[in-house]
C-alpha cells in the first residue's frame, strides 16, 4: 500500500520547487482520499468493524486507520464507539460503525404499485412507502409519489442525510443512467426520469434496470456475495428481467440493454410476446402460467423444464459460477429442485455442470430498493470527502 508515501520518486525539478511541493501536495491527498474510500467500502459491505479487522481487510497501518476513522467521523460517514462486550481483559476494542442516518432514496416504479425506500448506509431499508396503483403509474405519478412520500419519510426521520437517489425500471434505460427508453409494461417510452427526478430532488440520480439493480443488491448483501460470474433471472409482475455480473463487471452491451434474458426464444411455435415475438421465456414461463398450473403436476414440471432449458442456454452463453433466481422463479425452483437440477445437467454443454450451483436469491422486497440504493452510494464510497450529504 502506498498510504506513507511521501513523493520521494517525483522527478527533480529544482528550478520550480513551489510546483513540486504542490504535485507533492496532491499526490498525497490522492492516496488519503483512495484510503479513505477503502475505508468507507469496507464498513459498507462488512458492517461494524474493529479497528484491527479494519487493518487485516484495507491492508493499512494501524496509525493510519485511526487518523482517516476521524476523518469519516468528522464527515459525519461513521461513528467510533466501544464494543459492547470484548470477552477480554484490558481496553475494549473500538467498533467503527457506518451511521444510519446516512441514507439513499430508491424509487421503484413498477405495473401494480409505487414504491420509495430510504436505505441506510450499512444496506438496511430504514423507511419504505409504498402504494398500490390500478393502472400502470405514468412517468408524472412516479415523480410525484415520489416527491410525496420523501417529504413524509424525512418527517418521520428528522436528520436524515442524503447522499442521491435511484430508480429501479422495469424496462431498457439507456447508458446514461436517466433515460427510459422502453417499459413495455409501464408503456414508457423514451422518458428522461433522471431529469424529471432532478427536478424534485437537490442530489443526483442514478437510473437504472430493475433486474441490474437486483443482481446488484444480492451481490453486495445477498445470496450472490463475492462471487464474480453470475447470472440472475427475476420473475415479477412485469415479466421475467436478466441480469448477469461477468468477472466482477455488470454486463452491459454496447447501448446499455445487455442482460434480457426475458425475452431469449423458448419455443419458435410459442405464444405471441409484449415485445413482438414469438415464444420468449417470459411468455412461455408467466406468473399467470405458473398459478394455473400450481394444482397441476405434469404441467408444473413442464414449467420447471422450461426453466432448465433456459439456465442451460445461459449456463453455454456465461459460464457461471452461480445462477440466481428471484421472484417466481425463485419460487418454481425451490418447488422443483431436483427436476431443474437434472434436467440442467442432460441439457448441459460444459462438462463439470453439476458443479454450477443455482440458488434463490433472498433480500426479498428489499431487493430492488438496496440494489437502487447501491447505485446512488457509488460515488460516495468513491470519494467519501468529494461528496456531499444533503438533509432530506
Ligand atoms: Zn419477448
Redesign the pocket.
Known amino acids: 500500500m502506498t498510504e506513507d508515501a511521501t513523493g520521494t520518486d517525483m522527478p527533480a525539478q529544482p528550478e520550480v520547487p513551489a510546483r513540486m511541493a504542490a504535485a507533492r501536495g496532491s499526490r498525497n491527498d490522492h492516496t488519503r482520499r483512495h484510503n479513505l474510500s477503502s475505508l468507507v467500502t469496507a464498513v459498507h459491505y462488512g458492517g461494524p468493524l474493529t479497528r484491527a479487522q479494519l487493518t487485516r481487510d484495507t491492508g493499512l497501518n494501524r496509525s493510519t486507520i485511526g487518523g482517516l476513522v476521524t476523518e469519516l467521523a468528522e464527515l459525519g460517514l461513521v461513528i467510533e464507539d466501544a464494543a459492547a462486550e470484548t470477552g477480554a481483559v484490558g481496553r475494549p476494542s473500538l467498533i467503527v460503525r457506518p451511521r444510519v442516518d446516512v441514507a439513499a432514496l430508491a424509487l421503484h416504479p413498477d405495473v401494480d404499485a409505487l414504491e420509495l425506500g430510504a436505505v441506510a448506509i450499512d444496506g438496511t431499508v430504514v423507511a419504505r412507502r409504498r402504494t398500490s396503483v390500478d393502472a400502470p403509474p405514468t412517468p408524472a405519478d412516479a415523480v410525484a409519489f415520489a416527491r410525496e412520500a420523501a417529504r413524509d419519510i424525512a418527517a418521520e426521520m428528522p436528520g436524515l442525510r442524503v447522499v442521491g437517489a435511484g430508480a429501479a425500471v422495469p424496462g431498457l434505460v439507456a447508458i446514461d443512467g436517466s433515460t427510459v427508453v422502453a417499459a413495455p409494461h409501464l408503456g414508457w417510452r423514451d422518458v428522461d426520469l433522471g431529469a424529471a427526478l432532478a427536478e424534485v430532488f437537490d442530489f443526483p440520480i442514478a437510473v437504472g434496470n430493475d433486474a441490474n439493480m437486483g443482481l446488484r443488491a444480492e451481490w453486495s448483501f445477498g445470496s450472490a456475495r463475492g462471487v464474480d460470474t453470475v447470472v440472475y433471472l427475476n420473475g415479477s409482475a412485469s415479466g421475467i428481467g436478466g441480469a448477469a455480473l461477468v468477472g466482477g463487471r455488470m454486463l452491459r452491451g454496447g447501448r446499455g440493454y445487455g442482460g434480457e434474458f426475458?425475452?431469449m426464444m423458448i419455443r419458435s411455435d410459442g405464444d405471441r410476446?409484449?415485445?413482438g415475438?414469438s415464444g420468449?421465456l417470459?411468455?412461455e414461463l408467466n406468473a399467470h402460467r405458473l398459478d394455473a398450473a400450481a394444482h397441476d403436476a405434469p404441467a408444473f414440471d413442464a414449467l420447471a423444464s422450461t426453466l432448465a432449458t433456459a439456465i442451460a442456454n445461459l449456463e453455454c452463453a456465461f459460464d457461471p459460477d452461480l445462477v440466481l433466481l428471484g421472484g417466481y422463479l425463485g419460487a418454481l425452483f425451490d418447488a422443483r429442485r431436483d427436476l431443474v437440477a437434472a434436467r440442467v445437467r442432460e441439457l448441459a454443454f460444459r462438462p463439470d455442470a453439476e458443479d454450477v450451483a443455482i440458488a434463490r436469491a433472498r433480500l426479498g422486497r428489499n431487493r430492488l430498493l438496496i440494489g437502487a440504493a447501491e447505485r446512488a452510494f457509488a460515488p460516495l464510497l468513491e470519494d467519501p470527502a468529494g461528496v456531499p450529504l444533503v438533509a432530506l
Do not use: P
Open positions: 426475458g425475452h410476446c409484449s415485445c415475438r420468449c417470459e411468455t
